[in-house]
């Protein structure tokens, strides 16, 4: 699955709402989607919008598009620190809308969504998560064994983010890439964009052989913090090569296991590579993310979250840790087998 930044929109009054409703129009025209698609994300984008002007503080819409193969979708996350929703079923509930919008509120939302999750704690906020592809099946197949969520989201005032990520999944095993080009905006863009194509070139195992040749490929760019993982499914073993800062880590019911990233820049100053092995559980999530974010692993504030997509857990890392003075991308993964 492929998956481009995120148009990041605050929402804290009603004509933020229609400014998040406009984004999504130009999103449904990039990717072609026909007349009712393009109504039906529109309904998503207008009613989560809404919702945050209405009812929250510190409301914010991430979009961004989605494609897989020759299939194409929308992804929006909502994200809040407002009081939460007492009764989540009553407000999923066919027709209940608090303040009577055109779309009923979120039983609207998750009826039109091809995937829908959502975490409201009191006093903390709501994460609403919602995917809409054209074609419904796609969902289940884009991610392979695994649910996948992530959040990436450029500087504030800048058009490129110099962080990326990306997958790639071949039978039980699966590979995770995160790069952090070295400082902002284009040239940063140019060697994390760079790494993405190595990595996808790339045909050996290991994340230490992985990161060696996108080592090779970074030379002559700016340079990258770069983490790769390796699972391997049913051997349990998870294979981590990092340099540069970027935190990555195993958390299970038991706790956090955090992950040894190398001092170092990719494709500049890279003097040793070297893998570490963990063993894994299916029922284990990995959290990788670039240091435009705090490593503030309290997740204990938020009863039931591992129980959540990981695109819910990314929102709420993003939402709780976001610095604001950096490109920011946080990538979460858990097995399909462990829901």
């Known amino acids: 699955m492929e998956i481009k930044h995120y148009i990041a929109q605050a929402v804290t009054e009603k004509s933020q709402a229609a400014e998040a409703r406009r984004h999504a129009a130009s999103l449904a025209g990039i990717l072609n989607l026909s007349r009712k698609d393009a109504s039906n994300v529109a309904i998503i984008v207008t009613e ?4 945050l002007a209405k009812h929250t503080t510190g409301g914010e819409l991430l979009l961004h598009q989605l494609r897989h193969k020759t299939a194409v979708g929308v992804e929006v996350i ?53 995917r809409y592809w054209s074609d419904p099946k796609v969902e289940r197949s884009s991610t392979g064994g695994f649910h996948v969520g992530a959040v990436s989201i450029p500087k504030p005032g800048e058009s490129f983010s110099g962080d990326s990520w990306t997958i790639e999944l071949t039978g039980n095993r699966a590979k995770f890439l995160l790069v952090d080009g070295l400082g902002h905006g284009q040239l940063a863009a140019d060697a994390s964009n760079a790494a993405i194509r190595a990595f996808h070139k790339i045909s050996q195992d290991g994340s230490a052989n992985v990161l060696t040749a996108i080592n090779k490929a970074l030379h002559g760019t700016r340079g990258a913090a770069v983490a790769v993982t390796e699972i391997e499914q049913l051997a349990g073993i998870l294979r981590f090569a990092g340099i540069g800062n970027i935190s990555s880590c195993i958390w299970t019911r038991d706790g956090i296991k955090k992950m040894v990233s190398l ?15 963990h063993p894994w559980s299916n029922q284990a999530i990995l959290l990788m993310h670039s240091d435009g974010l705090h490593n503030r692993y309290v997740f204990e504030k938020y009863p039931g979250i591992m129980n959540r997509h990981p695109g819910i857990i990314a929102g709420v890392f993003y939402r709780d840790n976001n610095r604001g003075s950096d490109d920011s991308t946080v990538l979460v993964a858990r097995a399909k087998t462990g829901t």
Do not use: W
């Open 263 to 277: 001092h170092g820049i990719v494709g500049a100053d890279v003097r040793k590579i070297q893998e570490f092995s």
């Open 48 to 51: 989560l919008a809404m919702n």
């Open 78 to 130: 909502a994200l809040d620190k407002g009081p939460g929703m007492a009764n989540i079923g009553q407000c999923l509930s066919d027709g209940y809308s608090s303040t009577g919008s055109p779309g009923t509120g979120l039983g609207a939302v998750q009826r039109l969504s091809t995937l829908f999750d959502v975490l409201s704690v009191p006093q903390l906020g709501t994460v609403v998560l919602v």
